[in-house]
């Protein structure tokens, strides 16, 4: 402000500056001028004045150089007083072209600043991408660091598998080895797609009242083995009545997973885990306490970002690309809900604290009943159509295992020529399929009545709302997101009631 008033005295000077040169030039043209053109100098201490002081000064030698026209060089001299029209048309020209003068010069500082502003934009955006484009190679080198973990190891157990076929013991360790690092693998792509539709502002809930305390246990469940692997002891603090919230809970789930596993793995061996579920004022609060490495105060506000890793000196130790934090703070955030993080300090442990609004459940929670038997798979017949002739060949075999007949197509008119001979009471549609979609392949079966009461399901890499409404508006009874757990297709087949 102070800078702006010395910058503006200054062009003040310049104006009065000006002005006296010019008037001085004036006096000394006054016997070749006489009383002709009274103003013709002043419009250079005008000019001048807006080219080194700006507009305001522009104004002031302006308005002296009217006054010094006026006083020293318009007859009656030393009066202020104009009288004849010609010098009045010479004042109203000098008015005219002094005012388009300083405009001029006003437009072109304001364009100058403008083009000013946007090259220190521009610098700035250039920072911003150079920045972001080293963040996302060293987040591409993570990326590959974290997806060749697991793949190192189901490598060496596929090779070591065949070794050792004989020794039933060790073919079974291996075998679990594959499917832990497998399950690893899994995790980690979820997670990545589940942050772009975050990004891209893709993410749905389908949300409905359930009991939290449901979400919870089914969250422990998931990570149990990774607590039994690393010894922890946990304590659950579970109330004895419902808690009603209204969420999606397969996201809920996640949210409690997530925390859940994070704190088994920043957790050092054979340590404390303690998840307290309560209601206070309203909200279901779940706390997921650990006494692991903790967290530096000037990291607990980052540590929701997505790509956020606090010290890759540490948390190297323990992989990850971190994105669990961020995407439970969204979930929490969609649910109307949010998420806190509490810690003393490195070493000392750390608390996170989820809340969400708390809903009447409208009756009791029923829970599902077996409406009928399971089925027996053995007399049942099925048909599977995938362009990935290793995934369809492998299906197979596992559904051959269960004992049933099984037929393979690799593409969509292929699938309708077999269903023109036999009549599966399955079908385990791929939907990326070539030259004809799995939804249109759907569609035709669905019209053609002789497949009437056949189960169609879904089985493919897309997991989504959208994906999921699209499926069932072709015809499909069920939608699989691959890679499919062996044992849960198998239990969806064995719940599924063929007509
Ligand atoms: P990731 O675990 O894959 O790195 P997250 O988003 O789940 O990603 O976590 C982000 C970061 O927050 C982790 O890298 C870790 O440094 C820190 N963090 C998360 N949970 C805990 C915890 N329970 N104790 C200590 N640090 C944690």
């Not at 364009?111 to 955006?125: M, P």
């Not at 007949?405 to 385990?428: E, H, N, S, W």
């Not at 087949?493 to 007509?499: E, I, N, S, T, Y």
Request: a negative charge.
């Amino acid at each position: 402000m102070r800078g702006r008033w010395i910058e503006h005295f200054r062009g003040y000077m310049f104006a009065v500056a000006a002005t006296a040169v010019a008037l001085w030039i004036r006096t000394l043209l006054q016997p070749v001028l006489q009383d002709r053109l009274p103003f013709g100098v002043f419009y250079l201490s005008v000019i001048i004045s807006a080219w080194l002081g700006g507009t305001h000064a522009a104004v002031v030698a302006m308005v002296l150089g009217t006054l010094a026209a006026a006083h020293f060089i318009i007859p009656p001299q030393s009066s202020m007083l104009i009288v004849e029209p010609a010098d009045w048309v010479s004042l109203l020209i000098y008015a005219i072209v002094g005012a388009v003068t300083i405009m001029t010069f006003e437009k072109t500082r304001c364009d100058q600043r403008k083009a000013e502003q946007r090259s220190a934009e521009n610098l700035a955006l250039t920072e911003t991408l150079k920045k972001s484009d080293l963040q996302k190679d060293e987040y591409l080198a993570l990326l590959a660091h974290e997806l060749r973990n697991p793949l190192a190891p189901i490598a060496t157990s596929v090779d070591l598998m065949a070794r050792c076929r004989d020794d039933g013991r060790r073919f079974d360790a291996l075998r679990r080895a594959v499917q832990r690092q497998l399950s690893q693998l899994v995790r980690i792509v979820d997670d990545l797609l589940d942050v772009s539709r975050y990004l891209q502002g893709k993410m749905r809930l389908l949300r409905d009242p359930f009991d939290f305390r449901e979400a919870v246990g089914a969250a422990v469940e998931m990570v149990q083995p990774q607590i039994d692997e690393r010894e922890h002891d946990v304590r659950l603090l579970i109330p004895d009545e419902p808690i009603g919230v209204n969420g999606d809970r397969v996201r809920l789930v996640q949210v409690v997973s997530n925390l859940l596993s994070n704190a088994a793995k920043y957790t050092p061996r054979r340590g404390r885990i303690c998840i307290d579920l309560r209601t206070e004022n309203g909200s279901a609060i779940l706390s997921v306490s650990d006494n692991g490495i903790g967290i530096a105060g000037d990291d607990l506000d980052r540590i929701f970002e997505a790509f956020a890793q606090v010290d890759s000196s540490h948390t190297r130790d323990h992989g990850g690309l971190g994105l669990g934090l961020a995407l439970v703070h969204q979930l929490c955030e969609m649910h109307d809900g949010s998420v806190d993080v509490i810690s003393r300090g490195p070493g000392k442990g750390s608390r996170f604290e989820v809340r969400l609004p708390l809903v009447e459940l409208p009756v009791p929670p029923v829970r599902p009943v077996e409406s009928s038997e399971p089925l027996d798979l053995e007399s049942m017949s099925v048909l599977i159509v995938d362009d990935n002739r290793d995934a369809a060949e492998t299906l197979s075999m596992l559904l051959t295992f269960e004992g049933m007949a099984t037929t393979v197509a690799y593409d969509g008119p292929m699938a309708l020529d077999l269903l023109r001979r036999q009549k599966p009471q399955f079908i385990l549609l791929d939907i990326g399929l070539p030259g004809m979609d799995g939804y249109e392949v759907a569609r035709r079966i669905r019209a053609d009545h002789r497949q009437d009461g056949v189960k169609i399901i879904a089985l493919t890499g897309w997991g989504g709302p959208e994906d999921r409404r699209r499926t069932r508006e072709a015809g499909f009874d069920d939608h699989v997101v691959k890679p499919v757990d062996p044992g849960n297709l198998v239990d969806l087949l064995r719940g599924a009631q063929p007509a």
